[in-house]
Nanobody
């Protein structure tokens, strides 16, 4: 069983930076592709970024590419999402997930999910 817990969300202003963390159960990062998804109020959950098992190679949504960076630290069993130059449209609940596909993945490729952490970006 994979356990995932997100943290780091909060209220920031447009242009600010914020780093989200996803604490995973032992072995998760080396055996699963990791991903970040988000869901804005009234909208469907969408893909943000993903990382290959063991890290090192990432894939991003066009809406965040160049602004967000996904990374991991196996020793800490943690996945991160560094968000820079945040925009109001980035406001959403961000979810960490573990799955089977890291390259151009879809929601269906991830079977384990965290509870989410809210990121609110004011203008």
């Amino acid at each position: 069983q994979v356990d995932l817990v997100e943290s780091g969300g909060g209220l920031v202003q447009a242009g600010d930076s914020l780093t989200l963390s996803c604490a995973a159960s032992e072995g998760t990062l080396s055996n699963y592709a990791m991903g970040w998804f988000r869901q804005a109020p009234g909208k469907e959950r969408e893909f943000v970024a993903s990382l290959r098992w063991n890290g090192g190679v990432a894939y991003y949504s066009s809406s965040v590419k160049g602004r967000f960076t996904i990374s991991s630290d196996n020793a800490k069993n943690t996945v991160y999402l560094q968000m820079d130059n945040l925009k109001p449209e980035d406001t959403a609940v961000y979810y960490c997930a573990a799955g089977t596909k890291w390259y151009a993945p879809a929601l269906k490729d991830f079977g384990s999910w965290g509870q989410g952490t809210l990121v609110t970006v004011s203008s």
